[in-house]
Every structure is written in structure tokens, then in C-alpha cells.
């Protein structure tokens, strides 16, 4: 990870590092229009690499909007590199592509079982140089790509060790530009990166196994919780700060390290139930449309629709691990004062950082009732890769509490 103001400038000389003449540069349309990507792309030819950039990233990627990245960039020739400019969405869309010029088959064959083949890469990928635009995702340091697949409605991703970038080039400058809104969602899906790799179930509970099947998700561990504890910090003062005052640089570079420190510790530890959830409930979108998104389409972004179950979530793990789940409140609340019951602290410290930063009030004010329980608890059942890192076994039935309790939030 090379991380710092001005670090964005640097890349082209990182990329002569990897021996690289040819790169491709993946990014939106949105974060295209701010410059950035052809600012970046201009300095890597001055290094003189040809520097390609495709801006046709669609913000939450699916199937079809990979497919396309894809055949681009199967139909321009080779590649020795490739720089991911932007948040979550350019970045995964750029493992994504790495992948399958790399390796043959079809995008389906990768994703995630029961959704997809489950299919490893056989061929080792190029060089990925992930340069984050928004403060959330943390897929600069992870091994995952995430992706709605549209004809079943469902979201899931895919994820093997070769899928991590080589190089986080983390510049806050890159982050101003992010809406209110956009740094509100991104910013819960740090929060709960760090409180669920934190929360999740211990290493040292999984059964051991052979090498070659060990996954990148191996539960808590004294190196995940390092990095996750130091995310909470930064967040406790920098989310709410980033959010009311976009240009406060302090703010950006402490959310831009929060979101790289909870990459680190999620990317190893994993995540679990809110995560799990947050899949159908995005895939599963009708009409609601976020303010600060781009686009007319019905959309919730993911940060947003992981936190609207984990208030829900952390009460119901609660009992599998008490003094972690009192940590993370306290981590991000110092002084929040909690009388009542403890299973209650962490949902409601969560519920008073939504509040402030204007996340909905739960998956009602996203479209749902408890109409649709089942049929998002049908989506969630499908993320067995997540739901095997909870710290407690969630049945049908446990998961179907989480989301009623969920529709409303206070």
C-alpha cells in the first residue's frame, strides 16, 4: 500500500516496477468527469507506457456491465497492467477484468457457488493497481469482487487469493469529490467491515485445512482485530466530520486510511451477517433511487444496505461474543453512555451514527415490508461464503427475525 497526498502522481513509476508497457485504466463516467483517471493516465505515459482508459464502469457492476469491460478489453489486444480508478465498482470491475484476460471462460464460471461455478483461476493474473476515489469499500486490499447478477436477482461476487490488487495507491485528494450521501453510505460499509471482521468467528473455531483449500476469509484473528480496532477510532470522530464537510481534508485522509485499515482486517478475518443480507436486499431493489448516485436506476448502494440489518444483526450475534460487541460501541462511541441492557449498546450506537449521517430507517424506507422477508431471506441463505464467518449459526428462521426487525429502525 503507498498511501499520501500526492501519491496518485507516482504510478506510472510504480508501474515500471512490474516491467509494464501497456496498461488499461478502468473507471466511471462520474469519476472520469472529475478528471482524475486522465490526469493519472497522462502520468503514467510519461514514464512512457501507453495508458488506455476505459470509463465505462457501471457504479454497483453487474453481469452485463462486467461482460462489457471485459469484451473491451479482450478486443484490444494485451495487457502487462491495469489501474482501477474509483470506488468499489472500478475496482472490482477491474479484478473482474484481470481475471479473464488472464484466464478463459465466462465470468459465471468464477462467481461464487451456489450462484456461480465456484471456478478457481488456473493462470496467475497481471499486475492491478487499485487507486480508491471513495472511502468504503476497502477492495483495494481485498481478494473480492462483488456484482449484481441481474436474471437471478441476487448479488454475490468472487473471491480467491490472485484477485487482491498488487498495489493500494490510497490519495485522499481522489475522495473530495465523493457527495454527502455517497460518503454517509461508503462510510457504514467501513463501520461495519470493521465491526463484523471484529465480531466474527474465531480462527482458531474453523476446522484446519489443506493449503490449497484454505479461503481468504479465516474469522478473527490478532491481525484483523489491529487493524479493525484503528478503523473504529478514526470513524468515532472522521465519518461524521467527512459527512457534514466535504472539503475537510483531516476528515478525508483519516476516512481514507479507516477504509484501507478495515479492507485489511475484513479482507483476512471476513465478514458476515449484515454483509449477507445486504446482498438481496440490493439485488432486490424495486424503485428507490439515493440521493448523490448517478443515474435513474433503481439502486441501494451497498454500504447503505449493509447497515440497514446490522443494528438487527450485532444484537443477535451479541451473546457469542459480548466484550467484542461492547468494544466496537465503544470504540466508536468514547463517550456514549449506555444504561440499559449491553445487548442493546452496539444497536444503539449504530442507530445514533445512521441518525447523524442520514442513512434510512431501515429497509422500509428502501422499499421493503415484511411482505418481502422471505424472498430476502432467500437471498441471504445463498451467501454460505459469509454466513459460515458468523460468530453465531443463523437458521431461516434467525435471519428472518434480523430483517423484520430491521424494517424499522427508531
Given at each position: 500500500m503507498k498511501y499520501g497526498t500526492g501519491s496518485s502522481d507516482e504510478i506510472g513509476y510504480d508501474l515500471t516496477q512490474y516491467g509494464a508497457r501497456r496498461v488499461l485504466v478502468l473507471t466511471d463516467a462520474g469519476v472520469a468527469a472529475t478528471g482524475w483517471p486522465q490526469r493519472i493516465a497522462e502520468g503514467i505515459e510519461t514514464y512512457g507506457i501507453e495508458a488506455v482508459v476505459f470509463d465505462g464502469v457501471h457504479v454497483e457492476p453487474t453481469d452485463v456491465s462486467m461482460r462489457k469491460a471485459v469484451d473491451f478489453a479482450r478486443g484490444q489486444g494485451e495487457w502487462d497492467a491495469f489501474v482501477a480508478v474509483g470506488g468499489g465498482s472500478a475496482i472490482d470491475t477491474a479484478k473482474a477484468v484481470n481475471l479473464l484476460t488472464s484466464n478463459d471462460g465466462d465470468l459465471m464460471d468464477y462467481v461464487n457457488a451456489p450462484v456461480g461455478g465456484g471456478r478457481a483461476p488456473s493462470a496467475p493474473l497481471k499486475p492491478l493497481v487499485a487507486v480508491p476515489t471513495t472511502t468504503g469499500t476497502g477492495s483495494e486490499s481485498t481478494t473480492v469482487c462483488v456484482l449484481d447478477v441481474l436474471s437471478l436477482r441476487v448479488k454475490s461476487g468472487i473471491s480467491h487469493l490472485r484477485m487482491r490488487p498488487s498495489l493500494a495507491v490510497v490519495d485522499p485528494r481522489l475522495t473530495v469529490s465523493q457527495p454527502p450521501e455517497v460518503t454517509a453510505a461508503s462510510g457504514m460499509d467501513i463501520l461495519c467491515h470493521a465491526a463484523e471482521s471484529y465480531t466474527a468467528k474465531p480462527y482458531t473455531e474453523f476446522d484446519r485445512k489443506r493449503p490449497e483449500d484454505r479461503v481468504p476469509y479465516c474469522g478473527s484473528n490478532p491481525l484483523a482485530d489491529m487493524f479493525a480496532e484503528q478503523s473504529l477510532r478514526l470513524l468515532s470522530w472522521a465519518l461524521p466530520a467527512a459527512v457534514r464537510d466535504g472539503s475537510d481534508m483531516k476528515a478525508r485522509e483519516a476516512m481514507a486510511l479507516a477504509a484501507t485499515f478495515a479492507g485489511l482486517g475484513f479482507g483476512n478475518a471476513g465478514v458476515h451477517?449484515?454483509?449477507?443480507?445486504?446482498?438481496?436486499?440490493?439485488?432486490?431493489?424495486?424503485?428507490?433511487?439515493?440521493?448523490?448516485?448517478?443515474?435513474?436506476?433503481?439502486?441501494?448502494?451497498?454500504?447503505?444496505?449493509?447497515?440497514?440489518?446490522?443494528?438487527?444483526?450485532?444484537?443477535?450475534?451479541?451473546?457469542?461474543?459480548?466484550?467484542?460487541?461492547?468494544?466496537?460501541?465503544?470504540?466508536?462511541?468514547?463517550?456514549?453512555?449506555?444504561?440499559?441492557?449491553?445487548?442493546?449498546?452496539?444497536?444503539?450506537?449504530?442507530?445514533?451514527?445512521?441518525?447523524?449521517?442520514?442513512?434510512?430507517?431501515?429497509?422500509?424506507?428502501?422499499?421493503?415490508?415484511?411482505?418481502?422477508?422471505?424472498?430476502?431471506?432467500?437471498?441471504?441463505?445463498?451467501?454460505?461464503?459469509l454466513l459460515a464467518t458468523a460468530p453465531r449459526e443463523a437458521s431461516e428462521a434467525d435471519l428472518a427475525v434480523i430483517l423484520r426487525e430491521s424494517v424499522t429502525l427508531w
Open positions: 451477517i449484515p454483509h449477507a443480507n445486504a446482498y438481496p436486499i440490493a439485488g432486490q431493489v424495486r424503485d428507490f433511487h439515493p440521493s448523490g448516485y448517478p443515474g435513474d436506476e433503481a439502486m441501494v448502494p451497498h454500504g447503505m444496505a449493509v447497515s440497514l440489518t446490522a443494528p438487527a444483526a450485532f444484537r443477535f450475534t451479541f451473546d457469542a461474543a459480548p466484550d467484542r460487541h461492547i468494544r466496537v460501541a465503544r470504540l466508536l462511541a468514547p463517550d456514549y453512555e449506555w444504561p440499559g441492557d449491553l445487548r442493546e449498546h452496539l444497536p444503539a450506537v449504530l442507530g445514533q451514527i445512521m441518525r447523524e449521517i442520514g442513512i434510512p430507517n431501515g429497509i422500509g424506507a428502501v422499499g421493503y415490508t415484511e411482505s418481502d422477508v422471505d424472498s430476502l431471506v432467500s437471498g441471504t441463505v445463498k451467501q454460505q461464503r
